[in-house]
């Protein structure tokens, strides 16, 4: 089991740089597919990034392409999700998850969620 905890979520100008981080406790966070996910009000779960266990396997929601990059320390039970070029539709409750299963995109792969950090992206 893996318990995890987001956290670098804020308010940012369009335009702007965040760095989300997911925190796990456990000590088999290496054999996990760690994914970010997002929600915005009134909106379904979306898939926004994940990584593979070997960190060199990555990837990326259509909407984020190019502008946000996950990565993985082990060592420091710690996946980044780095988002530049910020827009206002980027505001959501961002979430990672962590997946027993092949890295895919579908929400019900994940088995570990963490409670969430909020990102706002004012124009």
């Known amino acids: 089991q893996v318990q995890l905890v987001e956290s670098g979520g804020g308010l940012v100008q369009a335009g702007g740089s965040l760095r989300l981080s997911c925190t796990a406790s456990?000590?088999?966070?290496?054999?996990?597919?760690i994914g970010w996910f997002r929600q915005a009000p009134g909106k379904e779960r979306e898939f926004v990034a994940a990584?593979?266990?070997?960190?060199?396997?990555?990837y990326y929601g259509d909407s984020v392409k190019g502008r946000f990059t996950i990565s993985r320390d082990n060592a420091k039970v710690t996946v980044y999700l780095q988002m530049n070029s910020l827009k206002p539709e980027d505001t959501a409750v961002y979430y990672c998850a962590a997946s027993g299963a092949t890295m895919d995109s579908r929400r019900d792969l994940y088995d570990y969620w963490g409670q969430g950090t909020q990102v706002t992206v004012s124009s």
């Open positions: 456990g000590r088999t966070f290496s054999s996990y597919v």
């Open positions: 990584i593979g266990r070997n960190k060199n396997t990555k």
